[in-house]
């Protein structure tokens, strides 16, 4: 439901709310949640815990100062996808926006597995130049940074918490090739 819809159900004329700025600052806003004593709700006269700007046919711009059910009333709908397959259909859009080559759902993580094992890797990207850092390096103190023994991408080498003188993308690499027991940890 719409401000002024609301306002025409409980008989709120505009002309008796206050003019509001066109558009009104954040600041503006947040001082008059914030004003002491609260206001009153614009539709029923309880304490109000919001307060909008809307623009009203004849009026012009007007504050509504709205208590939490009123608040909720006039919430603006959910407008994305209702359904799994327009959620879907949501996702694999923004993965082919983003350069993920394929994009697979499955219904449950067996059936997940069984697809993975038929068709390869349902998300493949690119991995990153080796001037940008492993992910491990983003959360270490500098003095734990090293090169990676294979490619010298930086990476979380030394000290507590480093799991291997490789890169996230070379150890990945050596597992592949060399299986988990590679692995000292």
Do not use: N
């Not at 539709?43 to 711009?61: E, H, K, N, Q």
């Not at 500098?142 to 010298?152: K, W």
Request: aromatic residues 4%; contains cysteine; positive net charge.
């Amino acid at each position: 439901m719409e401000p002024s819809e609301l306002l025409a159900r409980h008989g709120v004329a505009p002309v008796v709310l206050e003019p509001a700025p066109a558009p009104p600052a954040r600041r503006a806003t947040l001082d008059r949640v914030a004003a002491l004593p609260p206001r009153a709700c614009s539709a029923c006269g309880a304490m109000s815990v919001t307060a909008r700007a809307v623009s009203l046919a004849g009026a012009g711009p007007r504050w509504v100062d709205l208590c939490r059910d009123r608040a909720l009333a006039v919430r603006r709908p959910f407008r994305g996808p209702v359904t799994l397959a327009g959620l879907a259909a949501d996702l694999r859009a923004a993965a082919q926006e983003a350069g993920i080559a394929r994009l697979a759902f499955y219904s449950s993580f067996e059936a997940a597995a069984v697809g993975r094992q038929r068709t390869g890797p349902a998300m493949t990207a690119p991995v990153p130049p080796v001037t940008e850092p492993d992910t491990s390096a983003r959360t270490c103190p500098s003095d734990q940074i090293g090169p990676c023994a294979t490619c010298q991408r930086p990476t979380h080498k030394y000290g507590s918490g480093a799991r291997s003188p490789l890169c996230e993308y070379c150890d990945a690499q050596a597992v592949a090739a060399w299986g988990k027991p590679l692995r000292a940890s």
